[in-house]
């Protein structure tokens, strides 16, 4: 029973490597949603909050399920061409509604509009401070 446990530890927040707003990873995922016609993109800082997973989400919205699919593809390539990080595990990519991209100390919420307003991850994080990212802030 132990060891079936033990693979609980292997996705742990790295405390090592703690991430800021301009980190290259926040940065390159941030363009690249951007590059993909993603909108209403918001970071979402969860490094004060102790219960939290991550350091930082992502959230974003596709506004159909090619694009969702787009937009994760995208990511994945990018960050590890630019950044040299693989990611831990993705999500949601047979639904086509919801896609998550777990890079560990952040995660990447792809969603359509009628998912991301089901499920309110911004109310539910509300403790955490939200910063909009819209498409003119890029340049």
């Keep these: 029973m132990a060891n079936?446990?033990?693979?609980l530890d292997t996705r742990k927040k790295n405390t090592v490597t703690r991430l800021t707003?301009?980190?290259k990873i926040i940065k390159t995922i941030i363009a690249t949603i951007h590059d993909k016609k993603g909108e209403n993109v918001i970071s979402l800082d969860l490094r004060k909050?102790?219960?939290a997973v991550a350091d930082f989400f992502i959230v974003c919205e596709a506004n159909n399920p090619t694009l969702l699919k787009a937009i994760a593809d995208n990511i994945e390539y990018e960050?590890?061409?630019k950044c040299a990080e693989q990611a831990y595990k993705h999500?949601?990519?047979q639904?086509?509604?919801w896609i998550l991209i777990d890079y560990v100390n952040v995660v990447v919420h792809i969603m359509l509009p009628e998912t991301r307003k089901f499920y309110q991850l911004e109310e539910m994080w509300s403790?955490?401070?939200s910063t909009e990212h819209n498409?003119?802030?890029k340049k």
């Design 127 to 129: 403790d955490a401070v």
């Design 4 to 7: 079936k446990l033990s693979v």
């Design 21 to 23: 707003k301009g980190s």
């Design 49 to 51: 909050i102790p219960e």
């Design 95 to 97: 639904a086509q509604q």
């Design 91 to 93: 999500e949601g990519r």
């Design 135 to 137: 498409e003119d802030l």
């Design 79 to 81: 960050v590890k061409e």
